[in-house]
């Protein structure tokens, strides 16, 4: 069972930074596709952002230009690097993986393994 552990969340100011980090101690975690996905109160869990292998990423509209997923492969963690953050986005933020790439990378059903989820609010 692959164990997922998410860290970073807070309370932020709009405009401010955050990065989200997703830790595994699955020593094969750089071959997983990875995702987040988040959730607002009283609404569904939605796609934010993937990365496949290394390179392969792919983003919500909209958090485009604002957000950057990436891996550090020898640390067995993905980050969620978040720029201009909107109240919006206030959310808890849940990384999820997969061994094998999904079909599609943005369904919750892609993916086999999730965290338990970070806090992100963002006040105005």
């Known amino acids: 069972q692959v164990q997922l552990v998410e860290s970073g969340g807070g309370l932020v100011q709009a405009g401010d930074s955050l990065r989200l980090s997703c830790a595994t101690s699955?020593?094969?975690?750089?071959?997983?596709?990875v995702a987040w996905f988040r959730q607002a109160p009283g609404k569904e869990r939605e796609f934010v952002a993937a990365?496949?292998?290394?390179?392969?990423?792919n983003y919500a509209d909209s958090v485009k230009g604002r957000f950057t997923i990436s891996r550090d492969n020898v640390k067995n963690l993905v980050y969620l690097q978040m720029n201009s953050l909107k109240p919006e986005d206030t959310a808890t933020y849940y990384c999820?993986?997969?061994?094998?790439?999904?079909?599609?990378?943005?369904?919750?059903?892609?993916?086999?393994?999730w965290g338990q989820g970070t806090q992100v609010t963002v006040s105005s």
């Open positions: 999820a993986a997969n061994s094998l790439p999904p079909r599609t990378t943005t369904t919750q059903g892609g993916y086999a393994y």
């Open positions: 990365i496949i292998w290394s390179r392969i990423t």
């Open positions: 699955e020593h094969t975690f750089s071959t997983y596709t």
